[in-house]
């Protein structure tokens, strides 16, 4: 999920109670939710799409959910002493407790894969024990419901605090809304996967439904046909069936993407994280490496590798 959701939830736990435990809670609940995508540091020395092997992957596994909020707890535990040293420690600050710094960190770090988990880009939950990627379906990367939604209730919550009020129950209702509303889009995309069961010969091999941009209630079906080519069951209303191909020109068969990978680091980050991955022809006859669930609007120019030497073998229709 996008870092305003990430850092929403950290504010959200926080204003439910838990930031009584212990002084610098809210940064250390708030900076936890975000702490690891400290792996998007890997585009400083990665290049082209070579990121995409590595992000959501050794920061978003076991052990770092226990290694980085230690690393965050040490650190608020040490700005705090050295602000008592310098005499600058604001007066209002509850105690530190280097325990419920680490307990605080710990859960805002569990919530950040949590939520990676449920969209349609994916997460390596197990890194480094695994490399298998897992994916929920279930909210988009970004989702405007949940920022109106929770971004009120911390504004509330914060306002009742503000005038002594009873500032925690607007967080709790929040978080119970929330859990509900995953819960809803759980179930339509259960739903809506089952739909790709139903659809006319030839019967899909694999079947996606990814969540849309603001639309929660629908979802866009991507089926995998033998021979690779992935279509798209996108339309509320409209017979089950398939629609379009997910490619703006001319589908290529598969290379022989084992020996290609060999000495394209690109192409091997990008097979290594791709899902619907399928081969489209350029304009000059090469094959064009997409994934159908990022293939169309503006992460159409963001998610390809592009193989010049390698000559188009166009698929019949």
């Not at 490496?289 to 193989?307: C, E, I, K, N, Q």
Request: glycine residues 10%.
């Amino acid at each position: 999920m996008d870092n305003l959701t990430h850092s929403l939830t950290g504010a959200l736990i926080g204003q439910a109670g838990l930031k009584r435990k212990t002084g610098l809670a809210m940064p250390a609940l708030i900076i936890g939710a975000n702490l690891p995508d400290v792996d998007a540091a890997c585009l400083f020395w990665l290049e082209g799409v070579e990121h995409l092997g590595f992000r959501r992957g050794i920061t978003h596994g076991p052990p770092a959910m226990v290694v980085l909020p230690l690393i965050l707890a040490g650190l608020l535990y040490g700005f705090d002493r050295w602000q008592t040293k310098r005499g600058t420690r604001p007066e209002g600050r509850l105690p530190i407790s280097f325990k419920w710094l680490f307990l605080l960190s710990f859960i805002a770090c569990l919530t950040h894969p949590a939520l990676d988990w449920m969209n349609s880009y994916g997460i390596r939950l197990l890194e480094p024990f695994s490399s298998r990627w897992f994916y929920g379906d279930v909210l988009f990367i970004i989702d405007i419901w949940l920022w109106l939604a929770m971004g009120f209730a911390t504004w509330l919550s914060l306002r009742r605090e503000k005038r002594g009020g009873d500032w925690e129950r607007p967080a709790r209702v929040a978080i119970a809304g929330t859990l509900a509303y995953i819960g809803v889009n759980a179930a339509i995309t259960s739903y809506q996967e089952g739909v790709n069961g139903r659809l006319a010969e030839p019967y899909p091999r694999d079947a996606i439904a990814m969540p849309v941009p603001a639309l929660f209630w629908n979802r866009e079906r991507l089926a995998k046909l033998d021979d690779g080519i992935w279509l798209s069951t996108e339309g509320e209303g409209k017979p089950f069936g398939y629609f379009y191909r997910y490619s703006a020109g001319t589908m290529c068969r598969m290379p022989d993407t084992d020996t290609l990978r060999q000495t394209n680091a690109d192409l091997d980050a990008f097979l290594f994280w791709s899902r619907a991955p399928f081969a489209e022809q350029a304009e000059d006859g090469s094959v064009i490496f997409r994934d159908a669930r990022f293939a169309g609007g503006p992460t159409r120019s963001t998610f390809f590798v592009a193989l010049p030497e390698v000559r188009c073998e166009p698929l019949s229709d």
